[in-house]
Nanobody, 123 residues
Framework: QVQLVESGGGLVQAGGSLRLSCAASGRTFSNFYVGWFRQAPGKEREFVATINRSGSSTYYTNSVKGRFTISRDNAKNTVYLQMSNLKPEDTAVYYC????????????????WGQGTQVTVSS
């Protein structure tokens, strides 16, 4: 498994931007697919974005397409989620997660999870 630590969350006004980081340690990071997920109070954890091992392929949930960008720097063992034009409905705890086998949006297919970082968007 790999250890993951998210950072970069905070309070922002609607229309603003944040960049989340997911720092990994413990294993060869470039072997892992990485996903970002989020969970709002009272709701199930939902998929946001994922990126393949090299960073050449990405996939987003429809609600964030055109506003969020996932990227990775394998030399720094870090994955980023650049979030722009944020909306109040983006408010949630954001988690990064890894798996070695699949380019997937399914949370249960991910093996390691970070502790999460809170993103709050005010209207």
């Amino acid at each position: 498994q790999v250890q993951l630590v998210e950072s970069g969350g905070g309070l922002v006004q609607a229309g603003g931007s944040l960049r989340l980081s997911c720092a990994a340690s413990g294993r060869t990071f470039s072997n892992f697919y990485v996903g970002w997920f989020r969970q709002a109070p009272g709701k199930e954890r939902e998929f946001v974005a994922t990126i393949n091992r090299s960073g050449s392929s990405t996939y987003y949930t429809n609600s964030v397409k055109g506003r969020f960008t996932i990227s990775r720097d394998n030399a720094k063992n870090t994955v980023y989620l650049q979030m722009s034009n944020l909306k109040p409905e983006d408010t949630a705890v954001y988690y990064c997660a890894t798996n070695q086998e699949l380019f997937t949006a399914v949370p249960s297919r991910y093996d390691s999870w970070g502790q999460g970082t809170q993103v709050t968007v005010s209207s």
